[in-house]
């Protein structure tokens, strides 16, 4: 079945340091969505990207779906501790509702 | 208003018992999910139903079982409880005929089994 590998598992930065999170998906996926979960809180789905290559930015955060559309990252520049919380890539496919999740990568910020 | 809600917030129980997990939904969403979150944060998908219909019944146990009323609704009760069940359990519901499809999820519910 299909899998969304996600790397690394926790990131520890100081404020202002760059932050980035991968995801691989084993097969190719129709979109790919990226969500964050706040400590105690619940997932907010936060962007999606549908094309080959496709580049979005939300203020320091930059997602980019890859050519083979198997592969995406976010990066956020300049962290702030704001920024503190697991993200989470999901991918799907042509054939099926679900959205397969990586495992998350939970960001902690230190002032 | 609250989008997707559940009750209750946290439920503490005893290995053995019987327990329920209820998930309503105002954004007129059609499909609608189980998720078990555990220790480490791993987001699986356990259930979802479109328009009351199961399509999506991933490997659980069968002392899980979902149940959905109507569309605005999906509850689970899970019977027999373990302690390998501890874990927060979040409803989420999604529009499929929507461009995005992003899925909404619930506040979570912190089962915890002693």
């Known amino acids: 079945g299909q899998q969304v590998m996600q790397i690394p598992q926790y990131q520890h930065v100081q404020e202002g340091e760059d932050f980035t999170t991968y995801c691989n998906s084993s097969?190719?996926?129709?979109?790919i969505q990226w969500y964050k979960q706040r400590p105690g809180g619940h997932p907010v789905f936060l962007i999606q990207l549908v094309k080959s290559g496709e580049v979005k930015k939300q203020k320091r955060l930059t997602f980019q779906f890859g050519e083979a559309k198997k592969n995406s990252s976010l990066h956020i520049t300049a962290t702030q501790t704001t920024d503190v919380g697991t993200y989470f890539c999901?991918?799907?496919?042509?054939?099926?509702?679900?959205?397969?999740f990586g495992k998350g990568t939970s960001l902690l910020v230190t002032p | 208003d609250t989008a997707v809600s559940q009750t209750p917030k946290y439920l503490v129980t005893q290995m053995g018992n019987d327990k329920s997990i209820k998930c309503e939904q105002n954004?007129?969403?059609?499909?609608m999910y189980w998720y078990k979150q555990d220790s480490k944060k791993f987001l699986k998908i356990m259930f979802s139903y479109n328009n009351k219909e199961l399509i999506i019944n991933e490997t659980v146990p069968n002392r899980f079982s979902p149940k959905s009323p109507d569309k605005a609704h999906l509850n689970l009760h899970i019977n027999s409880l373990e302690l390998g069940d501890s874990a927060v359990y979040f409803c989420a519901s999604s529009q499929t005929s929507s461009s995005i499809n992003e899925q909404f999820f619930g506040p979570g519910t912190r089962l915890t089994v002693l």
């Open positions: 999901a991918g799907r496919t042509n054939s099926g509702y679900a959205l397969n």
């Open positions: 097969t190719t996926l129709s979109n």
């Open positions: 954004l007129g969403h059609d499909t």
